[in-house]
């Protein structure tokens, strides 16, 4: 707008990737064993330039350094899909996770985990595809549900996403009695977690972050006029139809992406925006990209906390998030009765 | 001056129902064009189909001379602003990021509001009056504010016609005749605007013409005085009304009397009624309602209490404006009087011309009520009035203070007395 927001917006961004930075070098610094960040930005710049590995490098190349990449790159997923789907229905209580999405795609990731699973090299292509038409085919289905007494409101929406997230859960369990060989495997998945992280996962996540980012991070000015509801968004020029169906689209994307790689992860996509929104304010020009890496951030730590807190136990990070993040509904749902 | 938004034939709805049938209207720049009707009739539905929020099912219309259809979301958004009923805002943004949005329509993709567009947007809040709220979060600002926000968000558009749809509704009374006194001038700047109201006095103040929507149908419009009549009120809002010159902005002013199928009393007798100016209206009314059967006694035409009497559909004796109570007309109100079981004089004042009522009243006296004394402050008439009521006080009628106490006189009359002769 003016040379001082966008001084703002270049400042804001600058600090969170910053602190992004930070903590990545810092989740990559500790665990098991603990290294230096002289040594990791060695051993990164080592195998970038494909000079020969010095020992030690194995743990921070293959193993912490991919995990902690996912982690940022699940976050982001899930944040931005969480200001996405709070702009789109106008209301701070909606989340991949809450709506239904998460346990869509987790459904459609099984299915594909399940009918691939002799064919390990297909699981690539094939876990985010089906991720993606959960995430669409639930988003679809919550939404019709909540709107067939009428105006989408806040307490259909929610009561809709859990009806379809129990629903989605049962189906998903009977999938996995037929498959027993798999069921271990996919019942630490469900919970959430990055203990299989590895490059290939990383190289999975990140187009889909990138195409699920495209439509959004583009049309910022849009999603603010989403915020008005669709019929003033109408009168103000925005082909609200169409351009909700591209945002519903780039939501499941991202939800799809994070899914396929981590399994359910919640609050996330809720709390980030949320405490975004108090840094920034609701303009989505800073709001997405703050969320976004405010997200990435929220989870390289969450995952640092799931690694270490109970070492050498490690906890799946869905419940780290959910021990902060489902408080943090509540106080949001309670308040929001008092602003009634 | 050339029409900017017509309708013709055009039906509108929603899916599976069609609200209002081959609508015909033309709103020209530079023109206010009111839209009236009851809840539910399909006023907003006009408007919203031409914004996209309800379906335009057969006939067409159009902006500026292009059909609705030709346009997409985002030129219609330049040529229409619109005022909803109710502005949401449950975001934080700022009065100025919120009336930016306004300028949506006339920014390229990826492109943000520049100088030009603040200028603009400052310029339509200070013409609002929000100028001042500019940098205050619109989640706490009042229902008022927010509307007249929501006006200059439109008028940020730049639109060549304005819809609003009952945009003063949540406002007070300094910034509802504010934001229409505006939104006049912007109509005499160019501007068409086509407007949703429910306060008739208002519609018929500030609309060129008007348009009248009910049982799904919408009339030809036409002047406030030609439209908003008493026939009108009785036939769409089912509401009796005395509909007169507003003398002030020289257009109607609309007072309800009752709704059809409202009198419930079950009071039973005849009560003559003499007042003017006003003095009885009240009375009137509250009689009519409570079951009595009332009449009233001679009065000019134009007189206040003569047009509620008219509008009641009381008997009575019409003079012509400024006419005087000549021989004849006292002869018929003083055979009112022999019918009436009691006869109240309101706290009128008596002049040459209306002294004949008085007159008439001569042997009723037992069963008459006066309102307030009669004395030099009350009597025009050289002392005539004053020696005719000491005439009927000294023959058993008697003086209240007031219209209440006169009313209770009236129960106990009306109570006591046997039934008079019937109506012949």
Known sequence: MTASTRMRRVTVITVLLAALLLSMVLAVALGAVSVGAGEILRAAGRAITGEPRAPGDAVIVDIRLPRVVLAALVGACLAAAGVLYQALFRNPLADPYILGMSSGAGLGAVIALTLTASATALRFGVVPAGAFAGAVLTIFLVVKLASLRGALDVTSLLLAGVAISYALSAITSFVMVFFRESMASVVFWMMGGLTAASWSYVLMVIPMLVLGLAVPMTSTRELNLMLLGEERAGELGLDAERYKRALLGSGALLVAGAVSVSGLIGFVGLMTPHMARLIVGPDHRLLLPASTIGGAIVMVLADLVARTALAPVEIPVGIVTAFVGAPFFIWLLVRRKDHR | ?424
Do not use: W
Not at chain 2, 58 to 66: D, K, P, Q, T, V
Not at chain 2, 144 to 160: H, T, V
Not at chain 2, 175 to 180: G, I, M, N, S
Not at chain 2, 344 to 361: Q, T
């Open chain 2, 1 to 424: 001056m050339s029409s900017q938004l017509s309708y013709v034939n055009a039906s509108v709805g929603y899916p599976g129902i069609t609200v209002v049938r081959g609508a015909t209207l033309d709103v020209s720049a530079g023109e206010v064009v009111g839209l009236i009707g009851p809840n539910g009739a399909g006023k907003s539905t006009l408007l919203r189909a031409v914004t996209g929020g309800a379906r335009l099912s057969e006939g067409s219309i159009s902006l500026g001379g292009n059909l609705l259809e030709t346009l997409d979301v985002n030129r219609r958004a330049r040529f229409v602003g619109v005022v909803p009923q109710q502005v949401g805002a449950t975001f934080a943004f700022t009065a100025l990021e919120f009336v930016l949005m306004g300028r949506h329509p006339h920014l390229g993709r990826l492109q943000h509001a520049g100088a030009h567009d603040i200028d603009i947007a400052e310029h339509v809040m200070e013409r609002t009056d929000t100028l001042r709220l500019a940098a205050e979060p619109v989640d706490t600002l009042s229902g008022g504010d927010l509307q007249r926000l929501a006006l200059a968000q439109a008028l940020a558009q730049e639109p060549s016609v304005l819809l609003l749809d009952e945009a003063t509704s949540h406002l007070d009374l300094n910034h509802r005749l504010q934001v229409l006194d505006l939104v006049r001038d912007l109509a005499d700047g160019g501007l068409a605007v086509l407007a949703v109201f429910h306060d008739l006095d208002l519609a018929a103040r500030f609309s060129d013409r008007i348009g009248v929507v009910a049982t799904g149908v919408l009339e030809p419009a036409g002047a406030p005085a030609s439209v908003i009549t008493a026939d009108l009120l009785a036939r769409v809002f089912g509401v009796r009304a005395v509909v007169r010159p507003e003398v002030v902005t020289g257009s109607v002013s609309v007072t309800p009397v009752l709704r059809e199928g409202a009198v419930s009393g079950d009071r039973d007798g005849r009560v003559l009624v003499v007042g003017g100016s006003g003095t009885a209206a009240g009375l009137l009314r509250r009689l009519h309602l409570e079951g009595y059967d009332v009449m009233v006694a001679a009065l000019n035409r134009g007189d206040v209490d003569q047009a509620v009497a008219e509008t009641l559909g009381l008997e009575r004796v019409d003079l012509p404006a400024f006419g005087e109570v000549d021989g004849e007309a006292e002869e018929v109100v003083s055979c009112l009087a022999a019918r009436a079981d009691a006869i109240v004089v309101c706290e009128v004042p008596f002049g040459r011309a209306n002294l004949g009522n008085l007159r008439a009243l001569g042997k009723a006296a037992s069963r008459m009520v006066f309102v307030g004394k009669m004395g030099p402050e009350r009597d025009f008439s050289d002392g005539a009035a004053t020696a005719l009521a000491g005439d009927l006080l000294a023959h058993g009628a008697i003086t209240v203070a007031d219209i209440d106490e006169a009313h209770a006189e009236i129960v106990r009359l009306t109570e006591h007395a046997p039934a008079r002769s019937p109506d012949p």
